[in-house]
């Protein structure tokens, strides 16, 4: 029986750099309530958003993620031909197929990398980080880009009251690569499919077959709307807080670092007060830094991470060596979390 011959691979991974990239419109609250009766103070004391950013025309999934690739590929101190492998976590890439990263792969000028799509909604950016470490460890990619991003106005149901306020658009990326030690912890992750009904698309893209519109919804002009995202807010709240913060926990644990270690908390933004829940029940010490970019940018779903961790670090909020825990959980239901070292 002949022996495969094994992988050689770097010992451990990291990040070595990271961008991201913001759509020009910022949309402050007072636009939303053109189409919902609420106010702005009851967005900012259920969400903490005050604005978000929302793409242009131009701004496409695969335009935002090449400016943000281009910064983490800069700050990483590489070439774009030595990525291996291109993996972008999206819901909001219209076209089935192809993967929108080959194109960002060819554009960004990569030596025909590996490239592939992914969906595991707001805790896609954990997933593909996991698979670029894994990809590393193995030896099949000497570095690995990895992408989070999301146009999800496009996803929006501006009169749906409990989600229109919500979210945002943008990309983050970051660069994974060889490490001598450790900086990118186990991943605890899973889903909770029984849950999947709280946080879904409203109408599946066949029902918009032509002659097959009967029974979907209408705005309050009467037309037919797009597919948007909606959501159980109660309930996904609740998950959140609870569970989330023990999965959180069990990253902390995974890692061998406890909470007093840790100098960063960069959490999925998805609202304020989940990311105040999960800070109370962690009991993270006062001297631990803690994200809170949805102020301003809403929830961006899988690129809510990589951008707060950009956003942290270029204010100096967050520095280089950091030990930093990150979670996401979302749409699924779905969660990942783990520790890393800030590049």
């Not at 103070?41 to 943000?68: C, K, L």
């Amino acid at each position: 029986m002949a022996k495969i011959k094994p992988s050689k691979g770097a010992p451990y991974a990291r990040i070595l750099g990271v961008g991201g990239y913001r759509p020009t419109r910022v949309v402050p609250n007072e636009v939303i309530l053109e189409k919902i009766d609420s106010s702005d103070e009851w967005i900012r004391s259920r969400s903490g958003i005050e604005t978000r950013h929302w793409a242009g025309p131009e701004e496409t999934v695969a335009a935002m993620s090449i400016e943000a690739a281009g910064k983490a590929i800069a700050d990483a101190g590489i070439s774009a031909e030595q990525i291996g492998a291109v993996v972008v976590s999206t819901v909001s890439h219209f076209k089935q197929t192809p993967a929108v990263a080959t194109e960002i792969a060819d554009k960004l000028g990569t030596d025909k990398a590996a490239a592939f799509d992914i969906s595991a909604g707001c805790a896609g950016f954990g997933y593909g980080l996991t698979l670029a470490k894994g990809m590393i460890v193995e030896g099949s990619a000497e570095y690995v880009l990895v992408i989070g991003v999301e146009r999800l106005s496009d996803l929006t149901d501006l009169e749906d009251r409990a989600t229109a306020f919500l979210f945002g658009d943008g990309a983050g990326a970051v660069v994974v690569g060889p490490s001598k030690e450790p900086a990118i912890g186990p991943t605890v992750w899973g889903s909770e499919g029984d849950k999947s009904e709280t946080i879904k698309q409203t109408v599946a893209w066949d029902r918009f077959r032509i002659g097959d519109v009967s029974e979907l919804p209408l705005d309050s002009e009467g037309n037919v709307k797009f597919p948007a995202i909606t959501q159980e807010g109660q309930a996904v709240f609740r998950w959140a807080v609870f569970e989330m913060a023990k999965v959180a926990q069990q990253a902390l644990d995974a890692a061998g670092i406890a909470p007093d270690d840790l100098d960063v908390f960069i959490p999925h933004q998805a609202n304020e007060r989940i990311i105040d829940s999960m800070v109370k029940t962690l009991k993270l010490p006062e001297h631990v830094t803690v994200a809170r970019d949805v102020r301003t940018t809403g929830n961006t779903s899988a690129a809510s991470i990589p951008l707060a961790m950009e956003r942290l670090l270029a204010t100096g909020e967050a520095k280089s060596g950091d030990t930093a825990l990150l979670i996401g959980f979302g749409a699924g239901l779905v969660f990942a979390a783990t520790v890393v070292t800030l590049p």
